[in-house]
């Protein structure tokens, strides 16, 4: 079993940042990478970015390249997604996740989701 654990969501203004975080445990958690989702109201969970525990190769969404960044500490086990010049489409429900493939971009391969962290931008 793979526990994982989001924090840092919040409201922002459009052009602001913020940094979430995803806490991984469990007896086996670094045999699968770490991949974010994201959900909007009245919208599909869509993959974000994603990164190994081993490795460096990163994937992220067309639609957050440039603005976000994906990255780990290794030592915490805790994987962060900065998010810079946030937009009002960036409102969403952030999930950290993970799966046994790498890298999962269709949320119906996951096989561990948290909770999920508010993230709301305003115009």
């Known amino acids: 079993q793979v526990q994982l654990v989001e924090s840092g969501g919040g409201l922002v203004q459009a052009g602001g940042s913020l940094r979430l975080s995803c806490a991984a445990s469990?007896?086996?958690?670094?045999?699968?990478?770490i991949h974010w989702f994201r959900q909007a109201p009245g919208k599909e969970r869509e993959f974000v970015a994603a990164?190994?525990?081993?490795?460096?190769?990163?994937y992220y969404a067309d639609s957050v390249k440039g603005r976000f960044t994906i990255s780990k500490d290794n030592a915490k086990n805790t994987i962060y997604l900065q998010m810079n010049s946030l937009k009002p489409e960036d409102t969403a429900i952030y999930y950290c996740a993970s799966g046994n493939t790498y890298p999962i971009k269709r949320p119906n391969f996951v096989l561990y989701w948290g909770q999920g962290t508010q993230v709301t931008v305003s115009s």
């Open positions: 990164i190994p525990w081993s490795g460096t190769t990163t």
């Open positions: 469990g007896r086996t958690f670094n045999n699968y990478a």
